[in-house]
């Protein structure tokens, strides 16, 4: 099982990235999809989610009508559009993958770093 998260990087306040995860090595279709981010000194904490079935998603708060969650299960990728990035949006952000119907299958990607500064 893999999940390889790909796209952070540096960005000024404002910018614009995109977040990709590959996945392999499980029938992603059958998965909820979730992105975390860890900020520095932080707790991880969950920033958006997607169902398997792309028929629902979920957002943190402080992300709301900047950043937009998307799937393609037909390319065992989910995606992370993010916009008008601030500095507090700065952590290492995580793909998450959890089994609609047997939450205790779950997998974790390694990370990508997202920095927002000036």
């Known amino acids: 099982v893999q999940l390889v998260e790909s796209g952070g990087g540096l960005v000024q306040p404002g910018g614009s990235l995109r977040l990709s995860c590959a996945a392999s090595?499980?029938?992603?279709?059958?998965?909820?999809m979730n992105w975390y981010r860890q900020p520095p000194g932080k707790e991880r904490e969950l920033v958006a989610g997607?169902?398997?079935?792309?028929?629902?998603?979920n957002y943190l708060d402080s992300v709301k009508g900047r950043f937009t969650i998307s799937r393609d299960n037909a390319k065992n990728m989910v995606s992370l559009e993010m916009s008008s990035l601030r500095p507090e949006d700065t952590a290492v952000y995580y793909c998450?993958?959890?089994?609609?119907?047997?939450?205790?299958?779950?997998?974790w990607g390694q990370g990508t770093q997202v920095t927002v500064s000036s």
């Open positions: 998450y993958a959890r089994h609609r119907w047997a939450p205790t299958l779950n997998y």
């Open positions: 997607i169902s398997s079935r792309n028929d629902n998603t």
């Open positions: 090595g499980f029938t992603f279709r059958n998965y909820d």
